[in-house]
């Protein structure tokens, strides 16, 4: 019988930070549903909406400044089964999409054997060189969320890292409000404050939206970043 994903999510988070190893926790989840442990998480194949609707603006207006990617560079932070970096390669970028987990990258090659995406295995808090400043649209969607409130000094510099000049980043989170305490588990949701503290080191806040998506029920923070 398998276990409900979110479950299992909490408690190996929760294991992996009393034993110091913040991170773990991704790729012992991304096994378990290898192993047929638990359903594959984030599983599903259509873009985030909120992409979606940055890739529809830019090409109902024709301008590289939005979606329309003209075979510029594209990163995904913490691809999982590649809903969003399918759908930048379909939008006309050179879309390179990394996961912490190689059990999540197995799975996401597995899924599109014959994808242009370069999916690898990579760390936001150890960026290779090759990933340092190379891209012209960075996608952060939920990742920042996951990562233990102790890593997310490194995590938003590696964020700032992957832009080069003249690149946007769109940044998606899961609201916290001010009064709403941290939990103990995953995921570690940002405030509004947080979410400003994204900007910094050369790289500009350009809009910082509270959105409800349809169909969702959580409201989202939206961020574009620009490195001028």
């Known amino acids: 019988m398998t276990r ?3 479950d299992l999510a909490d408690e ?6 009393a034993d110091g190893e913040p991170t773990r926790w991704y790729d012992e989840l991304w096994s378990a549903a290898g192993r047929g442990d638990v359903p594959l998480p984030w599983d ?4 985030h909406p909120l992409l979606a609707e940055w890739t529809a ?28 970096s399918e759908h930048l390669a379909r939008e006309g970028w050179r879309t390179t999409a990394f996961d912490i987990s190689p059990a999540a990258v197995t799975a996401v090659r ?6 242009p995406v370069d999916y690898r295995t990579g760390d936001l808090l ?13 996608v952060e969607i939920y990742t920042l969320q996951a990562l233990h409130p102790s ?3 490194r995590a938003v510099a590696g964020v700032r890292g992957l832009l080069a000049p003249g690149g946007t980043a769109l940044v998606v989170q899961v609201v916290r409000r001010d009064d709403q305490p941290r939990t103990a588990e995953p995921p570690w949701l940002l405030t509004r404050a947080e979410m400003e503290a994204v900007a910094g080191d050369g790289v500009e806040l350009a ?22």
Not at 12 to 17: D, E, Q, W
Not at 60 to 70: I, N, V, Y
Not at 72 to 78: N, S, T
Not at 110 to 115: G, H, L, N, V
């Open 126 to 138: 150890e960026l290779t060189p090759d990933l340092r400043g190379a891209f012209d649209l960075v």
């Open 4 to 6: 409900d994903w979110d």
């Open 57 to 84: 603006q830019g090409a109902a207006e024709r301008t590289a400044e939005h979606g329309d990617g003209g075979g510029r560079r594209a990163v995904v932070v913490g691809c999982g089964l590649g809903g969003d």
């Open 12 to 17: 190996l988070g929760v294991r992996a930070v």
């Open 151 to 153: 890593l997310r000094e």
């Open 207 to 228: 809009s910082l939206d509270e959105v409800l998506p349809a169909g969702r029920v959580n409201p989202l923070w939206r961020m574009l970043l620009t490195r001028p």
């Open 110 to 115: 597995d899924r599109y054997p014959d994808s």
């Open 44 to 47: 599903h194949t259509d873009p």
